[in-house]
């Protein structure tokens, strides 16, 4: 397999192979209280020096339209465990500008950037 960015893993910079891997997703809003999760098994990369898994990059267009869709979420108050897990996935594509979106996805501030 050819070395990209995209199946470099961001912790060790090792190489990713093709793998497969479930995910949760919790709290899906159906009519039925049964469907609260869902799990499905989706194409990944795992990471052959250190263990990790992620989903590859798709079209960036893509992931901006989605990061939009759960900033609509978020704003309305109805953004789902599920979702900012989603969110916490796509934090690397997220503008360093976007304070809302970085913040619900859990990245810690840059504190070594004080303009005292």
Not at 37 to 46: D, H, R, S
Not at 95 to 106: C, P, R, S, T, Y
Request: proline share 3%; charged share 35%; glycine share 6%.
């Amino acid at each position: 397999m050819k070395t990209t960015e995209n199946n470099k893993c961001r912790k060790c910079n090792g190489i990713g192979k093709p793998s497969k891997g479930y995910v949760n997703f919790h709290n899906i809003r159906t009519m039925y209280k049964e469907d609260e999760f869902e799990t499905k098994l989706l194409n990944c990369l795992k990471c052959e020096k250190c263990g990790n898994s992620w989903i590859p990059e798709t079209d960036t267009n893509k992931i901006n339209k989605r990061l939009e869709y759960l900033r609509q979420e978020l704003e309305a108050e109805r953004i789902s465990y599920g979702e900012l897990a989603e969110l916490q996935s796509l934090a690397d594509h997220i503008d360093k500008n976007d304070v809302q979106l970085l913040e619900a996805a859990g990245v810690p501030e840059n504190l070594n950037n004080k303009n005292d």
